[in-house]
C-alpha cells in the first residue's frame, strides 16, 4: 500500500460527525471570510493553497505608522540590583546597617528567603555613582561603558511587577502571563508584522550565561504558545551547528532534500484538504524556512569578516561564540538580515549572596558590550529604527539578605521597584522616567507596569496592544491580557 493510500485511510478513521461539522463550518467561514476580503488577500505565515486561519488572521502590517522596525532585547535573567547599577540612593549609606522603617516596607510580600529574618538592616551599594553626559545621568561605577552612551537612553526607574519568584516573573515579562502556555512577546510580534525576509525567522533567541549556578530557562519563553507554530523562537547556538537539525543527514545532498519536500508538501496538502488543520500548512512551511536556512544561517553566523575595530568595540569576548557579548555582535547581524525581534538571555544575575564580587562579574559582562551595541547601531543608521531594551524580571530589595559587611551582603527579590533601559527608535533621549522613595523600595513617581511597558514597545513597533488578538478555546487572549497603557512621557 502506498504512503498516501496509507495516510488517506487514516484520516478516514479520524473523521467523526464533529470533525465534520467543524471542518465544514471552517471551509465555509473561509470561503466567506476570502468573498468579503477579496480574493487576492495574503496572510502572513499562510502557506500556498492554505485556507484563511478560522482563529482570526494575522496583520501582515502595523496598525500605523511605527518608529521601530525591529526590537533587540537584551534580557538579563536573575533580577540585576537597580540600586547596584542605576537608582543612587545616598539615603542607604546614611542609614546603614538600620531598620528599614515598617512605614516603608508595609507588610509586603517576602520570599521564603528573608520572610523570617527578624531584622531588615538597610544596606547601600560599594560602588559609587557619577553623573554622566549632558544628560547627567546617575550611573554606577560598575558601568563605565553603558555611562558613554547615557545621552543616548532612556531609563525607566519606576517599573514594578506582581510576580516575586524568578519562573513566574521572568514568564510574566515575556508572555504577559506568570504561567507558562501563553505566546511569547517574539512570536506576538511575528504573528502580527510576519517576515521581512523569507529566508530566516522573523524571531531568533540567543542564550549566554555570565557566571555558572543561576536560575534555568525554559523553552516556553520562547513558544508560540496557541499561536501557529510557524511564530515560535528559534534558538541560534554557538559552534557548527547553530540550529538542530537545519544541516542535511549524511549522504542527502540538496537535491535530495528538494524531492523530499516538494513529495512532503503533496501528502501535506492531501491532510490539509481533508482535515483543514492550519497547523498543518504551518509545519509545512516549517521545513521550507528550514530548507532556505541553510544558506541564510551560516553565512549570518560568520563574524570572521568582521573588522579589528568592531571586536574591539564590543571587546575580546566578542571573539568567543556564545558569550553575550558575541551574541550582541549576532544581533546586530540579524536586524540587518530584517529579523524582527532577536532576544538575548543572559543568566547569572541571581545575587541573594556575596552580591558585590558576583555583580561585579556580570557587569563585566554585559557592559562593553551591551553599550557597544548601540553605537554600533547608531554609527550605521540602525538606531534610528531598532528598539534595545535592557532589564530584568525585577530588581533587588534595599535591605541586607543573610550576612552584613561592607563588602559582603545579599538583596532579595524586589517587584515593588526597578529600573530598564531602552535606546532607539521612538524613544527620547538622556531622559529619565520615574522615581522611588529615598530608600529605593517604593515608586513614588510614574509608575510603570510590566503590561504598561508591553504596550509600550508594541505601540513603537506600529501595533494597538488592544487589537492584536487570537481567540483560543473561547477567548480573546492578547499579549497584555486586559491591561496596559502607553507610557506616552518616554515617546520621542
Known sequence: MSLYKEIENHVHEQLSRRNFLSRTSMG????????????????????????VDPTGPPLGKPHFAPKAKRIIYLFQSGAPSQLELFDYKPKLEEMWGQDLPESIRRGQRLTGMTAGQSSFPLVASKYKFEKYGASQMHISELLPYTSKIADDVTFIRSMHTE????DPAVTFFQTGSQQGGRPSWGSWVSYGLGSDNQNMPSFVVLLSKGRPGDQPLYAKLWSNGFLPSVHQGVVFRSGPDPVFYLNNPEGIDNASRRRMLNSLAQLQQAQYEKILDPEINY???QYEMAYRMQTAVPETMDTSNEPDYIFDLY???SRKPGTFAANCLLARKLIEKDVKFVQLYHQGWDQHGNLPNDIKIMTKSVDQASAA????????GLLDDTLVVWGGEFGRGSYSQGKLS????????????FTIWVAGAGVKKGFTFGETDEFGYNVVRDPVHVHDFQATIMHL?????EQLVFKHQGRRYRLTDVHGKIVKPILA
Open 163 to 166: 510576580a516575586i519568584n524568578h
Open 315 to 317: 571587546g575580546e569576548d
Open 373 to 380: 551595541l548601540v553605537q554600533d547601531l547608531k554609527q550605521r
Open 283 to 285: 509545519r509545512m512551511e
Open 406 to 417: 561592607r563588602d559582603n551582603y545579599g538583596r532579595d527579590h524586589h517587584p515593588r521597584s
Open 28 to 51: 465555509l467561514g473561509a470561503a466567506a471570510m476570502a468573498s468579503l476580503l477579496g480574493s487576492d488577500q495574503s496572510w502572513a505565515g499562510k502557506a500556498p493553497g492554505a485556507a
Open 461 to 465: 513597533l506600529g501595533i494597538d496592544h
